[in-house]
């Protein structure tokens, strides 16, 4: 029996996922996790677009690209090695992304230390923005 999954493509996948996505979650009461469509809609009217943004679970990267369009900087997290590595190369002539490997609660452990005053310090191997 041959798996699904070796012969459609990945961004198939999504595509079918993304529509049945849109038929059912607003019959369902609007159970998460929402649509693409809703959390950009979400983003738009509620988000600070033009300021930095920390994503948590990249994923294929499409809302890293719809806040890089506007954001002046746009961490985002991926805990699977090979989407983080296919989101690098995807957003690697952006100066604006930049892809972070790991679990969103270590990464950010590890990028943000209060002091003893409690202002943040951020350790030499996170970005700048983190605070560094």
């Known amino acids: 029996m ?3 999954k070796s012969i459609i493509p990945l961004r198939m996948r999504v595509s079918l996922r993304r529509t049945y996505s849109h038929w059912a979650w607003p019959r369902s009461g609007h159970a998460s996790p929402a649509p693409q469509h809703v959390k950009l809609g979400v983003l738009k009217r509620y988000g600070y677009l033009d300021g930095i943004w920390i ?12 806040l890089a ?14 989407l983080a590595a296919r989101a690098d190369s995807r ?10 490997s790991g679990l969103s609660e270590d990464v950010l452990v590890s990028c943000i230390v209060y002091k003893t005053d409690h202002s943040a310090l951020a350790p030499s191997h996170c970005p700048q923005e983190f605070g560094n």
């Open 2 to 4: 041959t798996n699904l």
């Open 55 to 66: 994503e948590s679970g990249t994923f294929l990267g499409d809302t890293t690209r719809f």
């Open 69 to 82: 369009r506007t954001a002046s900087m746009v961490y985002t997290i991926e805990p699977s090695t090979s």
């Open 91 to 100: 957003f690697s002539n952006r100066s604006n992304v930049k892809v972070l």
